[in-house]
C-alpha cells in the first residue's frame, strides 16, 4: 500500500534528524502520539503537536511516560498507528508497559533519542548505551526489533520502516537514535507519497463469530480486530489462550512465549540489515550502528589509507541481532574492531556471533561526544598488530 | 510578502488593464493633472491642496526617507491612481507605515485600491514596519469597507473631527492592520533556544 | 577531499543557529554539496552564549564536529574570544565589528570586520543582523554562492520578511565582497 499524500512533505530539507522521525513517522500513517517531553527528543513531538491537527490525528501530552507508553496501546487497539518518543530516563519508566506491548502485541513504536545516562546523566549529549536496555528492560522472555538510524535522511526513512515492521510483527519497534543524529541538521529528501510503502494494519477478514484475538497466521502472527467494531477482544498481560483469555498453565505459556520471540526470531531474514562495504577480503572489519557507524567510515578509510585490508559493517538493524551476518564475517576476517557509545554492550553479541573465529576489539566511550576517528584507527592498528598484519605507518604515507 | 517587481500590468474587475508603476520627479505634470480632475468631494480629504502647481510638486519631491514607496497607476498614458506609504524615520514611531490611496473615480470600486494597498503594505513589511494606519471620515463608506474587507480594524474615532464641504462635521476613522505578527515568527526563529523549525 | 568547517557564535537571540542553518541549507540543497549543521545549546541557552558548527565537504560527512576550524563568524565578543583558540592557523575570521574588540596584537591575519547590527538596523529590523553575517560569509569566503545563499535566505525566513532579510543578505555580500576586492 501507498502512503496517504496527505501530511507527506514530499521535497528537498535542512532538518534536524528529530524533525525528519516526526515527518517519518506521519507519512508512515502515524496519527497518534501520547508523550512526555524529554531532552534530546523533545523536538520530535513538539512538531508532531503542530503538525498532527492538519492531517487529523492527535497528539497527547500525558502526565509521564508510564501513561505515554499505555496511551499509545488503548490508541492502536481503537485503530490507530501510533508512536511514543522519549530518552534513557522516560524509557526506564515505560518497561512494564513495553512488556504488555510484547505480550498483547500492538504494534507501536517506540523513538528513544539516546542522552548519556544512568539516571538523568547528560541531557544534551549523545550516547548509545540504552541497546541492551530496549532488548531487556522489561521482565520475562521476549524479543522486539530496534533501528539505529545514522543521519537525519534516516531517521525519516526508518521510522518508515519501524512503523511497517511494527505493523508487520506485531511488536514494539524501537528506533535509537541519539542526540546527535536527533539534532544534526542535513539534508532530507522526502519522497512523493506513491513512493513510500506502507504496510497497512492486519485487519481480520474473519466474522465476528470466527475470529480469535489471538491465533496466529502462517507466519507466526495473528491479525487484528478493532475494539468497537463487533468483534470480542480481551487484551491482558497475563498469559493467555488463542482467545485472548488468561490460561495460566505450563503448556500456555509455553506455546505464548515461545511464539512471541519465534515470530520474530524465525522471520529475522525479513528483519535483519547490515550494510556491508569492502567486506569481502577484509582482514579487518569495524561493525558499527547509529552515529558511530559515520565516525567510523572516517577511520575505516585512515586505516585503508595505510594499506589495511579494511571492512565496515553497519547494523541498521540491532535487534535482533544479526548473528548470521557476524558470524559470516568472522570467519573471513582476523579481527572484528566494535566501537559503541557505552562502555561495551553489542560487543558482547558480537562476541558471541564470532564465536571465537575473530578477535573482538571494543572501542568504548562513555557518552558526551562521539569517537575521534583517531581513536578507533589506533584500536584497527592495534588488531592488525596482533593479527601480524603489516602497514605502513603515518609518516611512511605522507 | 515579497515586494511586488514594478512596472506591473494589473486586469480590473472591469477588463481594463491599468500599469503600476513607481512614481518619478518627471510625473509631476501628469499626476498635477490626475488630482486636478478628482471631484471635489475626494479632494477634500487630502493633506494638500493639489490644484496647487506648488503643492503638487513639494508632494512630488518628497523623497526624503519618510516616504517607504509611492506608486502611480497609469491607463493610456493618464495617471488614473496615486498611493503611498510613509513612515517616521526617526523616533518612537519608526515601526508605524501610514497609507494614502486614491483613485480616480471612473475606475473606483474595480479593485484597483486594494490592489495598490496590499502591494505597498508588502513594501512596508519589508522596510520592518510593524503596523499600517490609514485614516477615512466615517462618512466615506467606499473607504471603510475597502480597509476592512483588507483585514484593517477601526481602532479609534475622533469624535466629530473633519468637516465635509458643506461645512457638517463628521468623525474620523483610524484603521489599523498590525502586520507585526510577521515579524514575531522571524524573533521566534533567531532566538536560538531550539533547533530551527520550518513546520 | 575538500572539507570546509565552519563556526557561528554569538549571544542566544542574534540568530546564530539560523545564520548557520542557511550556510548549510544553500551548499546542501542550493549548491549540491554535503553539508551537516549541529548547534551547541543547553537548556538555559536564551541570552547566553550559543554557537553552530557547520561542515560543508564534497564527500558524504563522517565525523559532524569541527575538528581544525577553518571560519569563525563572530556576532559577540564572547563567542569571538571563545571560539578563537580553535580557529586554525590560517583560518578566516568574520566578525561583528561593533561588538567585538581585540587586545593589541591579537587581532588574526585574516580577519574581516563588518558593523552587521548597524546595517540590519538601517535595513529597518536589528533582527535580521544574522542575516547581513550569512551575506558577508558568502562575499568574503565564497563557500556558498550567492544564488543558493539567496535561496536558502528566502525559504529559511517567514512569509512576509523575505523582501527585508534579502536585502539584509545583499547588504552583508556586498560589503564583504568590496573588502576582500572582489566585485560585489
Ligand atoms: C477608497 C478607495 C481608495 C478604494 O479603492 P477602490 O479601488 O475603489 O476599492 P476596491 O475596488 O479595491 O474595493 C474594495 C472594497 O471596498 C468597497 N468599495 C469600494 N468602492 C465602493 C463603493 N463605491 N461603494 C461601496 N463599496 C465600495 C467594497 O466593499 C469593495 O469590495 P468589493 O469589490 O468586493 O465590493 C477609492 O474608492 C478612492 O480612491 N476613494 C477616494 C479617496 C479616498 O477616500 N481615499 C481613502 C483614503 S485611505
Known amino acids: 500500500m501507498k502512503a496517504s499524500p496527505e501530511g507527506v512533505l514530499t521535497g528537498v530539507h535542512f532538518m534536524d534528524g528529530d524533525h525528519a522521525a516526526c515527518e517519518g513517522a506521519i507519512a508512515a500513517g502515524c496519527r497518534f502520539v501520547a508523550g512526555y517531553p524529554i531532552t534530546p527528543s523533545t523536538e520530535v513531538v513538539e512538531r508532531f503537536s503542530v503538525r498532527i491537527p492538519t492531517v487529523g490525528g492527535m497528539f497527547i501530552q500525558m502526565e509521564d511516560e508510564i501513561a505515554s507508553s499505555i496511551a499509545i496501546q488503548g490508541a492502536a487497539w481503537g485503530g490507530a498507528k501510533v508512536m511514543t518518543v522519549t530518552s534513557g530516563p522516560g524509557l526506564s519508566l515505560m518497561m512494564e508497559h513495553i512488556g504488555l506491548a510484547v505480550m498483547a502485541e500492538v504494534p507501536c513504536v517506540i523513538v528513544d533519542v539516546q542522552r548519556g545516562g544512568p539516571s538523568t546523566g547528560l541531557p544534551t549529549l549523545p550516547a548509545q548505551a540504552d541497546m541492551m536496555q530496549v532488548k531487556w528492560g522489561s521482565h520475562g522472555d521476549y524479543q522486539i526489533i530496534a533501528l539505529s538510524p545514522n543521519s537525519p535522511q534516516e531517521c525519516f526513512d526508518l521510522m518508515i520502516r519501524a512503523f511497517n515492521l511494527s505493523e508487520t510483527w506485531r511488536c514494539p519497534v524501537f528506533m535509537m537514535m541519539d542526540e546527535v543524529v536527533g539534532h544534526m541538521v542535513e539534508r532530507v529528501e522526502i519522497p512523493p507519497a506513491d513512493q513510500i510503502e506502507i504496510v497497512p494494519r492486519r485487519w481480520t477478514t474473519k466474522k465476528p463469530s470466527e475470529y480469535r484475538a489471538f491465533e496466529p497466521g502462517p507466519d507466526m502472527v495473528p491479525d487484528m480486530a478493532k475494539a468497537g467494531d463487533g468483534y470480542k477482544l480481551h487484551i491482558t498481560g497475563l498469559t493467555h489462550d488463542e482467545r485472548g483469555y488468561p490460561a495460566m498453565n505450563v503448556p500456555a505459556q509455553n506455546r505464548l512465549v515461545r511464539r512471541l520471540s519465534d515470530k520474530i526470531l524465525k522471520n529475522r531474514d525479513k528483519i535483519v540489515d547490515v550494510r556491508e562495504d569492502g567486506c569481502e577480503d577484509a582482514d579487518i572489519i569495524v561493525v558499527s550502528y547509529g552515529i558511530t557507524s559515520r565516525v567510523a567510515g572516517a577511520a575505516v578509510e585512515m586505516a585503508r589509507g595505510l594499506g589495511l585490508k579494511v571492512g565496515s559493517a553497519r547494523m541498521v538493524v540491532c535487534w535482533p541481532f544479526p548473528d548470521v551476518e557476524i558470524a559470516r564475517l568472522s570467519r573471513k576476517a582476523k579481527a572484528i574492531v566494535v566501537p559503541e557509545l557505552n562502555l561495551g554492550q553489542m560487543v558482547g553479541e558480537v562476541e558471541r556471533a564470532a564465536c571465537g573465529d575473530a578477535r573482538v576489539y571494543l572501542v568504548d566511550h562513555a557518552g558526551g561526544s562521539v569517537h575521534e576517528p583517531e581513536r578507533i584507527l589506533e584500536t584497527i592498528l592495534q588488531a592488525a598488530r596482533d593479527a601480524g598484519l603489516g602497514f605502513k605507518t603515518e609518516a611512511e604515507r605522507s | ?199 | 577531499m575538500s572539507r570546509s568547517e565552519i563556526r557561528v557564535g554569538g549571544l542566544g537571540g542574534q540568530g546564530v543557529i539560523l545564520c548557520g542553518t542557511i550556510i548549510g541549507k544553500a551548499a546542501s540543497i542550493y549548491d549540491h554539496k554535503h553539508s551537516g549543521m549541529i548547534q551547541s545549546f543547553g537548556p538555559e541557552a536564551r541570552g547566553s552564549s550559543c554557537s553552530a558548527q557547520v561542515i560543508l565537504s564534497d564527500e558524504v560527512i563522517g565525523y559532524p564536529y569541527v575538528r581544525n576550524l577553518d571560519v569563525l563568524v563572530a556576532m559577540s565578543n564572547d563567542a569571538c574570544h571563545k571560539f578563537l583558540p580553535e580557529l586554525k592557523k590560517d583560518g578566516v575570521l568574520l566578525y561583528e565589528e561593533e561588538l567585538v574588540s581585540f587586545p593589541e596584537g591579537t587581532r588574526p591575519a585574516k580577519a574581516w570586520g563588518i558593523p552587521a547590527t548597524r546595517f540590519a538596523e538601517e535595513l529597518g529590523r536589528k533582527l535580521v543582523l544574522n542575516i547581513v553575517m550569512v551575506g558577508f560569509f558568502a562575499g568574503v569566503t565564497g563557500l556558498v554562492s550567492r544564488q543558493a545563499a539567496e535561496a536558502a535566505v528566502r525559504d529559511s525566513v517567514p512569509a512576509g520578511t523575505e523582501g527585508l532579510n534579502l536585502k539584509a543578505f545583499a547588504r552583508g555580500y556586498e560589503y564583504g565582497r568590496e573588502l576582500v576586492g572582489g566585485a560585489a
Open chain 2, 1 to 199: 510578502m515579497e515586494s511586488v517587481k514594478l512596472p506591473a500590468k494589473f486586469a480590473l474587475k472591469n477588463g481594463v488593464e491599468v500599469l503600476v508603476r513607481d512614481m518619478v520627479r518627471a510625473d509631476e505634470p501628469a499626476v498635477f493633472e490626475f488630482f486636478r480632475l478628482l471631484p471635489l468631494e475626494d479632494r477634500h480629504f487630502l493633506r494638500n491642496d493639489v490644484t496647487d502647481p506648488i503643492r503638487v510638486h513639494n508632494f512630488m519631491i518628497d523623497d526624503t526617507h519618510d516616504r517607504v514607496r509611492a506608486v502611480v497607476a497609469e491607463l493610456d498614458g493618464r495617471i488614473v491612481a496615486s498611493a503611498e506609504i510613509d513612515r517616521n524615520h526617526f523616533g518612537s514611531m519608526t515601526h508605524i507605515g501610514q497609507l494614502r490611496v486614491i483613485i480616480a473615480r471612473e475606475l473606483q470600486h474595480q479593485g484597483l485600491g486594494t490592489i495598490l494597498s496590499r502591494l505597498l503594505i508588502a513594501d512596508g513589511v519589508n522596510a520592518g514596519i510593524e503596523k499600517v494606519l490609514a485614516e477615512t471620515s466615517t462618512e466615506n463608506k467606499a473607504a471603510m469597507l475597502a480597509l476592512e474587507k483588507m483585514r484593517f480594524r477601526k481602532e479609534a474615532t475622533l469624535k466629530l473631527h473633519v468637516k465635509d464641504l458643506a461645512g457638517r462635521k463628521h468623525d474620523l476613522a483610524v484603521y489599523s492592520y498590525d502586520v507585526s505578527h510577521i515579524w514575531d515568527k522571524m524573533e521566534a526563529l533567531v532566538a536560538d533556544y531550539s533547533p530551527m523549525r520550518e513546520y
